[in-house]
């Protein structure tokens, strides 16, 4: 799981397996955003979900949220190797600032 | 499709110099921000620019000063750089302050201090 000072997580999978990215925050939070960073790149937004919900879907991703244990998710299934990346969790503490988690690189494998 | 855009994409330079980044947005977002992303892919947040005013400050050095023109550019200056300096720099926009609005950043300025 990520967050505060820990270090970036890493997963390591053979294409085709699933794979959860836990994500767990401190204070409330009215939103959940997933991202996913390339090497080279930005972080970019693949799912979110909000804190009246409790599972999101988007193709193979789902994202679900406990807001009882602050924590959330992110599931890929059918990992394929173009999901290698750097996943980051963000969270707002109902605040004007924005935290990410340390992030967990996966490796998928062929 | 790229909408936030920054220069250089690499800079190295040594200690006690002075370097100045670029971001521009075309998402006409009213907030902009600068981050620090460290060797371990750690991102912390520097500052945000909100209609022109400073509305996120974190505790960072003070060398380290943002710039803003109008509402669609925020530039990072960071006059005498020291080696912890070294980092990717990250810009990024959204359309309200805080986490309501997905943040979108550019491709990030690599800064290599020797």
């Known amino acids: 799981s990520q967050w505060g000072e820990e270090n970036l997580q890493a997963l390591s999978i053979q294409e085709g397996e699933d794979v959860t990215m836990n994500c767990s925050y401190k204070t409330y939070t009215t939103v959940v955003h997933w991202y996913r960073q390339d090497s080279g790149r930005g972080p970019a937004l693949i799912i979110l979900i909000r804190s009246n919900e409790r599972e999101k879907r988007s193709g193979r991703l789902r994202a679900t949220l406990d807001t009882s244990s602050q924590s959330s998710s992110l599931s890929i299934t059918a990992a394929q190797c173009e999901d290698t990346a750097v996943y980051f969790c963000?969270?707002?503490?109902?605040?004007?600032?924005?935290?990410f988690g340390t992030g967990t690189r996966l490796q998928v494998s062929p | 499709e790229t909408a936030v855009f920054q220069t250089p994409n690499y800079h190295v330079t040594q200690v006690g110099n002075e370097v100045s980044f670029n971001c521009k947005q075309t998402?006409?977002?009213?907030?902009m921000y600068w981050y620090k992303q460290d060797s371990k892919k750690l991102l912390k947040i520097m500052f945000s620019y909100n209609n022109k005013q400073l509305i996120v400050n974190e505790t960072v050095p003070r060398r380290f000063s943002p710039q803003s023109s109008d509402k669609a550019h925020l530039n990072l200056r960071i006059k005498s750089v020291e080696p912890e300096d070294s980092a990717v720099y990250l810009c990024a926009s959204s359309s309200r302050q805080g986490n309501q609005d997905t943040q979108y950043f550019g491709p990030g300025t690599r800064l290599l201090v020797l």
């Open positions: 998402l006409g977002h009213d907030t």
């Open positions: 963000a969270t707002d503490s109902n605040t004007d600032k924005v935290v």
